[in-house]
T-cell receptor
Framework: DQQVKQNSPSLSVQEGRISILNCDYT??????FLWYKKYPAEGPTFLIS?????DKNEDGRFTVFLNKSAKHLSLHIVPSQPGDSAVYFC???????????FGKGTRLSVIA | SQTIHQWPATLVQPVGSPLSLECTVE??????LYWYRQAAGRGLQLLFY??????ISSEVPQNLSASRPQDRQFILSSKKLLLSDSGFYLC?????????????FGEGSWLTVV
């Protein structure tokens, strides 16, 4: 049973436009959420996180929104750049010492 | 600053051969350590995690094993590889942050079992 779901395996966006990557979760105990970016044959790199006490966290071009009642979070990238093309993983955890649970990832392609 | 290294970066192994992937973390003490695997269509699958020396939790039953002989060393092993073991293996460690933990990954090891 997947506790973290990324239902869109891929997404294509034009350069300069907004990219919106979505993530749903089923475990109501999750209280900390993260997004990772991964290029082929490299380890994922941490992008941005959000605690359940917030509904929005912004870092430059990246903003994560959390809707606890819907058990949904999204990552917005504005404006999208070709270098943003990568696989994005959503992850969640319930307590600081429990392992992160990852979604299957969404491959973002930003077209120039 | 903290760094994580894993090796080898790539390897091609025949079915039935043993495996040893090694990971070390520098610049921190008593980290939580993890082994993940990225296989096609399956995202990032947690294989093992460790909260201390000699303490290993297995998430997925399979022919792989993990060991933590030292505080900052984590080893992934197999006695006999299967074709299905092919994938991209990632070591990771946790830094506790406000409200939760952020996990940091190594460079990855690409294993092809032939």
């Amino acid at each position: 049973d997947q506790q973290v779901k990324q239902n869109s395996p891929s997404l294509s966006v034009q350069e300069g436009r907004i990219s919106i990557l979505n993530c749903d979760y089923t475990n109501s105990m999750f209280d900390y959420f993260l997004w990772y970016k991964k290029y082929p044959a490299e380890g994922p790199t941490f992008l941005i996180s959000i605690s359940s006490i917030k509904d929005k966290n912004e870092d430059g071009r990246f903003t994560v929104f959390l809707n606890k009642s819907a058990k949904h979070l999204s990552l917005h990238i504005v404006p999208s750049q070709p270098g943003d093309s990568a696989v994005y993983f959503c992850a969640a955890t319930a307590t600081p010492n429990t392992p992160l649970v990852f979604g299957k990832g969404t491959r973002l392609s930003v077209i120039a | 600053s903290q760094t994580i290294h894993q090796w080898p970066a790539t390897l091609v192994q025949p079915v039935g051969s043993p495996l040893s992937l090694e990971c070390t973390v520098e610049g921190t003490s008593n980290p939580n350590l993890y082994w993940y695997r990225q296989a096609a269509g399956r995202g990032l699958q947690l294989l093992f995690y460790s909260v201390g020396i000699g303490q290993i939790s297995s998430e997925v039953p399979q022919n792989l094993s993990a060991s933590r002989p030292q505080d900052r060393q984590f080893i992934l092993s197999s006695k006999k590889l299967l074709l299905s073991d092919s994938g991209f293996y990632l070591c990771a460690w946790t830094r506790l942050g406000v409200g939760g933990n952020t996990i940091y990954f190594g460079e990855g090891s690409w294993l092809t079992v032939v």
